[in-house]
């Protein structure tokens, strides 16, 4: 069974770089079938699309983000990461790592980890 | 590149049908047939319900179907149960390798 799991820092003072990881296990991230993707929830608020990444490195990202987000992927790790710059406090928020089945559908999550933003 | 347009909330009563719609535009819902839709309970991950427009998952009820008409795709739930209770969150394929969310949609079974 694949699970996707995050991790990183729960707290991020603003104007510094958030940085989660996602650990892929039960399932290789080098499948040429799926691609990985980033999305966000305010609290209390709709899920937001970060973006994706395919394992051989190609990114796609959110317009909105383009500017501060960075995408990665270790497949010698079997994890794909996440950066984001110069935060603010609009940037807190639960952040799941999941899985594109190619599609654009989200097949597998991560369970999301919340990074909050504050001094 | 906006985010779909869901009701804020719907409910219905055991046994019954509910239908949540989501509005978007020509340059997501409408032109292409790549809309999904999760299911969230309070304080856990979404849960793919449907993909493509209407089809499901495995292991995913057939009391769950989507469909889609001009901009707008719609999720309708039937035979309403009280484990259906959670937000609903629509998604689509906007072009260019980007995906655009919609606001989500409380389900109350009352």
């Known amino acids: 069974q694949l699970q996707l799991q995050e991790s990183g820092p729960g707290l991020v003072k603003p104007s510094e770089t958030l940085s989660l990881i996602c650990t892929v296990s039960g399932g290789s991230i080098s499948s040429t079938n799926y691609y990985w993707g980033w999305i966000r929830q305010p609290p209390g608020k709709g899920l937001e699309w970060i973006g994706t990444i395919y394992y051989s490195g190609s990114t796609y990202y959110n317009p909105s983000l383009k500017s501060r987000v960075t995408l990665s992927v270790d497949t010698s790790k079997n994890q794909f990461s996440l950066k984001l710059s110069s935060v603010t406090a609009a940037d807190t928020a639960v952040y799941y790592c999941a899985r594109d089945a190619g599609g654009y559908d989200l097949d597998y999550w991560g369970q999301g980890t919340l990074v909050t933003v504050s001094s | 590149q906006s985010a779909l347009t869901q009701p804020r909330s719907v409910s219905g009563s055991p046994g019954q049908s509910v239908t949540i719609s989501c509005t978007g535009t020509?340059?997501?819902?409408?032109?292409?047939?790549?809309v999904s839709w999760y299911q969230q309970h309070p304080g856990k991950a979404p849960k793919l319900m449907i993909y493509?427009?209407?089809k499901r998952p495995s292991g995913v009820s057939d009391r769950f179907s989507g469909s889609k008409s001009g901009n707008t795709a719609s999720l309708t739930i039937s035979g309403l149960q009280a484990e259906d209770e959670a937000d609903y969150h629509c998604?689509?394929?906007?072009?260019?390798?980007?995906?655009?969310f919609g606001g989500g949609t409380k389900l109350t079974v009352l």
């Open positions: 998604c689509s394929y906007a072009g260019r390798y980007t995906v655009v």
């Open positions: 493509d427009v209407s």
């Open positions: 020509s340059s997501d819902v409408g032109d292409y047939n790549y």
